[in-house]
């Protein structure tokens, strides 16, 4: 069974860091490409980042230069380092991956930043 757990939300100001972690299990963790979304209140779920198996990364243009993906194979981790939040980030943020053919979302880490 493929679980995705995210931690690391919160309450942040103008300008602060979070750093999410989502931890994965049920899947091959080093062969899936990861991924982050986020989805703000009356909006729709967009992606902010992915990163390959390989490392490759990918990143919204809303958050190039602000945010940072990551991952460690031998914890089955995925992270999400944001820096420079800004209110306009404020949303609930959901780790993603697909495996086997289908689709599998963590339960959301709310992510909120007050200007």
């Known amino acids: 069974q493929v679980h995705l757990v995210e931690s690391g939300g919160g309450l942040v100001q103008t300008g602060g860091s979070l750093r999410l972690s989502c931890a994965a299990s049920?899947?091959?963790?080093?062969?899936?490409?990861m991924a982050w979304y986020h989805q703000a209140p009356g909006k729709q779920r967009e992606l902010v980042a992915q990163?390959?198996?390989?490392?490759?990364?990918n990143y919204a243009d809303s958050v190039k230069g602000r945010f940072t993906i990551s991952r460690d194979n031998a914890k089955n981790m995925v992270y999400l380092q944001m820096n420079s939040l800004k209110p306009e980030d404020t949303a609930v943020y959901y780790c993603?991956?697909?495996?086997?053919?289908?689709?599998?979302w963590g339960q959301g880490t709310q992510v909120t930043v007050s200007s």
């Open positions: 990163i390959t198996r390989g490392g490759s990364t």
């Open positions: 049920g899947i091959n963790f080093s062969r899936s490409t």
């Open positions: 993603y991956t697909e495996w086997i053919g289908r689709t599998y």
